[in-house]
């Protein structure tokens, strides 16, 4: 029992990443926008939180300083995409390529470094664990019972028709991303500061795609982002318990398993998404559209 | 105040214009980064963008262009063409691994055998497994409807992870002392793919980009194939009434961007790189989507861009060298240059015209 | 009187790049009145509307509203004032409830709770009944509209622009919409209703502007002039009339049995056991609501969608399991409704175009490889025969304007003498003069010998081209009625859903 309901607190820690990234995300995706740049605001948010936390010894700073990173480096995204009207399946990718060089680049310094001790907060679980836990219903509360979630969800759902209700789509739209941007950072300082203690290059290791995964796990929706989220955690804890009880299997096959559960997760959930039709909640009907009013 | 008028007729010059202009900002963008980081931004742009070329080391570098140009510009004429009808292979990097593993295994299955057809067979191995990782996405998203862009890079991920196994594990090289990595296959000729022209840096792998470019050309600009393709980009309804199946269309983009990229794995594999390690996955699946949007998914722009690339490339080898730059520095460098490129992309899309006032 | 107006336009201009929107706009809509803005397609009258309604700045004159000036910078300015407006192409919001629909229109919602009473308040009050926890993708055309309807309700506006609300409506329920009007009207609401539709306007108007080419030409009574006169200050001059004559029915072409077939999309419409015969030298019209699966029935017969083995055969030959090629290279050809994205790539040139559909019958593909000077010729012979106005071959499509790209893709088909043609929605949109090309076109088509299905949501055009009309209602067809001696009650029951004609008579 004690076994089971340890290995459940390192669920919890584990799925964290990935909980901020799909959350942020999901409003992003519910406000009509395709960020595919998850991965490099994830990286951008754990290096400038890791350097944040180490220069300032506080890593509640770092944390605050890789949501204003990972919000940062998503606005290049937000002016190519809603101002310049780029693509935004290529803006996103540039962006996941832009964030991984830029922090690759200014986190040479940083390689070595220790990250300094976080306070645990209640169940001896990290203060932003729990802050991702609360994350799910403010977010659930926003889409679902806010004026302000029911605007996003009308850009999202249909702009023309929000533009012609005379929404400004574009600034709900950055408003949008920009938060986006800051909960990727989060997740992504959550690996650096809280789980693997330093910075190394690439450390997010596809954690940013596998959020985009979740959030259509998740059927666009908030519990359905902490169900995913959680799923994912328990295969890494799972994969890492296997690896630690020395089956005979390599450790590079063993490392796949997240992917693979990705895979498998995405497969199951786009069939029944295909195959059910009127069921409710799919994707936001103006997804990865772009926006040009004629004035 | 301006605003945006939709063209209604292509320009072609600022066709050619657009990247161009990319590049240019690319360069100012980045001496600002280098002066902020205390490097001579002039010093810094000469290194990475004319002395490979022209510089005092320009002999032993400039072959090297037609080497890291050859696997960029295959790749990317490849992707180019699934681009075009809005299939999104981002897994380029998985399936070049997988290229490189089958085509390798091949080899090393032959070994030390002296026969004529090995070569040709790791090629045909190297692109079958390429397909064959491919087409995993493609019929992932025909049958379940899953998303190519997340089922195809997340076999990345996959893809690195049996590339480290096969070089801890069964690819091991016997006789290499315990260390990682399999046997060197340049020092197997029959299986190797050497420099075919001595000091151009040209093997195989460059004439199979070339054929690439000239073979995609074709389908892209005179086939019905390559006309469906651009009318399922740009408008899948008018693609489907002409009568296209998406579902073959999907898998024919996958199946060809994934072929070629394995079979770029594999020229490296047997070529310059030599070996299958935990590494032999360098970035070039990556870099090539960056090839292909800089070459505005044609052909021959595609293959002007890959070059361009391969530049950056060794000047940031060179850079690295001489200036002391970091590695990453080429990375950032791509990164921004498709920024600059998506967003000069609208000057080909919209005129730019100032509101009429009253 | 003119001083109590509640909306008063003065001199409004508007111009977009190479085209006067709109010049010299001058009217006045008065309290209690239905106002109608007449017009042809692309005569100006969206562009003014969307002025009032603050969606767009006019470059000279001014508005007044209640006696004010009227200078609304987005919507919600322009709803603050009293100015409600239900569109054409709804805006509404699929995946949302009628609730939050509602909401999303108002500028102080009241909480959930309060807000659906009123809803229910208001829609039993006009006899709109709805549901307000219901989402809209479940909704029907009409019902949508009553969702837009009711949202302007709740604002109590002063003036009301209704822009072409019945093409989406059958005649019964059109009715019902202007009872509902007419009841604003006399509470004081000032309508501004748009419309081309002759008859309806002068049912239910009381006032008319008429606009053409962006300038008002005229205003009047439009109860004290005829459909015809009104057409004529419409487009300026007499119009061409349809010459109908010498077609006869010949041997059966096409016939369809018993097409059943799932909905493609969750939006879509299955096809429940649609059967249809069809001669030569004969026009099928097909009449229906919007969403009745007129979309599903043409993509089924152009081949899109694959039919079970045995449901769709052209003189006798089995076409059901092939795909689009393959039942043009056998004579059936078909242009959908959608001009730009379906019928054609916007992108692409006209000649590219022509390589859409016309590859196989006009030899433009061979073997898979593009005859490319080919493709331009063809592209250049249909622009001449059907008098398409556009620079040349290379032109974009999307460049082209509704009118003349609907001509360019109806001849597209005709040119290559298709065995069966069938459109859908051949006229809408489109203005006038193009509008008679495109019907001419398809008569003299059939009287070649030729069948030839027309979809359309349109009755005016249905009974003017057609020599048997069938009723296209919820994926059913009902069985053909000739068109001769059909009235417009006749066909408005059909399509409501009741299928044989003695319902007609309870």
Same mark, same amino acid.
């Given at each position: 029992m004690i076994d089971l309901f340890a290995l459940f607190l390192m669920l919890l820690s584990a799925s964290t990443p990935i909980l901020f990234a799909a959350l942020g995300e999901l409003v992003t995706e519910r406000a009509g926008v395709l960020n595919l740049g998850v991965e490099g605001m994830m990286i951008v948010g754990a290096l400038a939180g890791f350097a944040a936390a180490h220069h300032t010894g506080n890593p509640f700073l770092g944390f605050a300083a890789a949501a204003l990173a990972g919000a940062l480096i998503a606005l290049p995204f937000a002016a190519l995409t809603q101002f310049l009207l780029a693509n935004q399946v290529a803006s996103g990718l540039a962006l996941t390529l832009f964030g991984l060089g830029l922090a690759a680049l200014f986190g040479k310094p940083m390689e070595g470094v220790k990250a300094p001790a976080m306070s645990p907060g209640p169940l001896g679980l990290n203060w932003i664990v729990w802050l991702g836990l609360l994350m799910v219903p403010t977010i659930w509360w926003f889409l679902n019972r806010s004026r302000a979630g029911l605007i996003l969800r009308g850009v999202g759902e249909n702009h023309d028709a929000a533009h012609a209700l005379g929404y400004d789509v574009r600034r709900v739209r950055i408003a949008a991303i920009a938060f986006g941007g800051a909960m990727a950072g989060v997740g992504g300082a959550f690996i650096s500061i809280a789980t693997v203690l330093q910075w190394t290059e690439g450390m997010t290791a596809g954690a940013g795609w596998i959020a985009l995964a979740i959030v259509v796990f998740s059927n666009w929706t908030a519990p359905g982002v902490l169900a995913g989220a959680w799923l994912f955690g328990g295969v890494t804890v799972l994969q890492l318990r296997l690896q630690a009880a020395g089956v005979r299997v390599p450790v590079q096959l063993l490392s796949m398993a997240p992917y693979l559960a990705t895979i498998i997760v995405l497969v199951a959930i786009s069939a029944r998404q295909k195959y059910s039709r009127r069921a409710g909640g799919t994707a936001p009907g103006s997804l990865g559209q772009d926006f040009h009013a004629l004035r | 105040m301006i605003r945006l008028v939709p063209r209604s007729e292509a320009a072609p010059l600022l066709q050619i214009a657009t990247p161009v202009l990319a590049v240019l900002a690319t360069m100012i963008a980045g001496g600002i980064l280098f002066a902020i980081m205390g490097y001579d931004p002039v010093a810094a742009i000469r290194t990475i963008f004319w002395d490979p070329l022209f510089g005092p080391a320009a002999g032993y570098s400039r072959p090297q262009l037609l080497v890291k140009a050859a696997p960029l510009i295959l790749i990317a004429s490849g992707l180019a063409v699934g681009f075009r009808a809005g @299939?999104?292979? @981002?897994g380029a990097e998985g399936q070049y691994i997988i290229g490189a593993i089958c085509g390798a295994a091949v080899a090393l299955a032959a070994y030390p055998a002296p026969e004529m057809w090995i070569f040709p067979a790791m090629v045909v191995a190297g692109a079958a497994g390429g397909w064959a990782w491919g087409m995993i996405p493609a019929l992932l998203r025909n049958r379940f409807g899953a998303s190519e862009i997340l089922v195809s890079l997340m076999l990345v991920y996959v893809a690195q992870r049996i590339a480290a196994w096969m070089a801890f594990g069964p690819m091991r090289n016997p006789e290499g002392f315990g260390m990682p990595g399999s046997r060197n296959l340049q020092q197997y000729p029959a299986a190797a793919n050497p420099e075919? @022209?001595?000091?151009?840096?040209?093997h195989w792998g460059v004439v199979a980009a070339a054929l690439a470019v000239l073979a995609t050309w074709f389908l892209m600009s005179r086939h019905i194939r390559g006309f469906h393709i651009r009318a399922a980009g740009l408008a899948p309804r008018a693609a489907r009434f002409a009568g296209v199946k998406p579902e073959t269309l999907v898998a024919f983009c996958l199946g060809l961007s994934s072929a070629l990229a394995g079979m770029a794995g594999l020229f490296e594999v047997a070529g310059p790189a030599g070996q299958i390690t935990d590494t032999v996955g360098v970035g070039y699946g990556f870099t090539a989507i960056i090839v292909a949007f800089l070459g505005r998914l044609h052909p021959v722009g595609i293959l002007l861009a890959g070059l361009l690339l391969a530049l950056t490339y060794i000047g940031g080898e060179l850079a690295q060298l001489t200036l002391n730059l970091p590695a990453a520095t080429v990375q950032v460098f791509q990164g921004m240059l498709l920024f600059f490129l998506l967003g000069f992309d609208l000057l080909t899309r919209f005129r730019i015209a100032r509101r009429i006032t009253a | 009187m003119t001083d109590a107006a509640v909306f008063r336009a003065r001199g409004i201009g508007k111009s977009y790049p190479g085209v006067r929107a709109n010049d010299d706009v001058s009217f006045a809509v008065d309290p209690g009145e239905i106002h109608a803005l007449l017009g042809e397609n692309g005569a100006g009258k969206s562009t003014l509307v969307k002025m009032i309604y603050g969606l767009v700045r006019p470059d000279d004159g001014h508005m007044e509203l209640n006696g004010q000036p009227h200078q609304p910078t987005d919507p919600r300015a322009a709803r603050a004032a009293g100015v409600a407006m239900v569109f054409q192409h709804f805006s509404l919001f699929d995946a949302l409830t009628v609730a939050e629909n509602i909401a999303l229109g108002m500028e102080n919602p009241p909480p959930q709770r309060a807000l659906s009473a009123r809803i229910a308040q208001v829609s039993q009050d006009f006899g709109l009944p709805l549901n307000p926890a219901r989402r809209v993708v479940t909704l029907s055309a009409g019902e949508r509209q009553r969702v837009e309807i009711i949202r302007c309700l709740l604002q109590n506006p002063r003036l009301l622009i209704m822009d072409e609300p019945t093409s989406v409506l059958t005649p019964q329920e059109a009715e019902l919409l202007f009872a509902t009007l007419r009841k604003l009207a006399d509470g004081g609401t000032a309508i501004l209703y748009i419309s081309h539709k002759l008859e309806e306007i002068r049912t239910h108007c009381d006032r008319a502007t008429i606009l053409r080419g962006g300038r008002v030409v005229d205003s009047c009574d439009p109860r004290a002039h005829s459909a015809r006169t009104l057409a004529a200050m419409m487009v300026g001059g007499e119009m061409r009339a349809i010459d109908r004559s010498g077609r006869q029915a010949g041997e059966v072409l096409l016939q369809v049995r018993a097409l059943t077939q799932a909905a493609p999309t969750a939006e879509g419409t299955a096809l429940k056991g649609v059967t249809l015969t069809l001669r030569a030298g004969e026009i099928l019209g097909i009449g229906g609501v919007a969403g009745n699966g007129q979309d599903e029935l043409l993509a089924a017969l152009s081949g899109e969608i694959r039919g079970a083995s045995g449901t769709i055969l052209l003189e006798g030959a089995d076409l059901s399991r092939l795909g689009p090629e393959a039942r043009r290279a056998a004579g059936l050809l078909a242009a959908p409704e959608d001009r730009l994205g379906h019928a054609a790539v916007p992108d692409f040139s006209l000649a590219d175009n022509t390589l859409l559909t016309a590859g196989a019958r006009k030899g433009l593909v061979r073997k898979g490889l593009i005859d490319h000077p080919a493709a331009r010729a063809f592209a250049a012979d249909i622009i001449r025969a059907f008098d398409v106005r556009t620079p040349g071959s290379g032109t974009a499509a999307k460049a082209l304007s509704g009118g003349n790209l609907q001509k360019f893709v109806i001849g597209r088909e005709v040119m290559q003498a298709p065995r069966v043609l069938v459109v859908n929605q051949p006229t809408w949109g489109v203005d006038a003069g193009a509008a008679s090309a495109v019907r001419q076109s398809l008569l003299d088509l059939a009287r070649q010998g030729a069948g030839v299905i027309v979809i359309s949501q349109d009755l005016d055009e249905l009974l003017e081209l057609s020599d048997r009309f069938c009723a296209l209602n919820e994926g059913r067809l009902s069985d053909p009625v000739p068109t001769a001696g059909l009235s417009l009650d006749q066909i408005g029951l059909m399509l409501g859903g009741a299928h044989g004609m003695e319902v007609a008579h309870l």
């Open positions: - | @299939i999104w292979n @981002i075919l @022209i001595p000091g151009t840096g040209a | -």
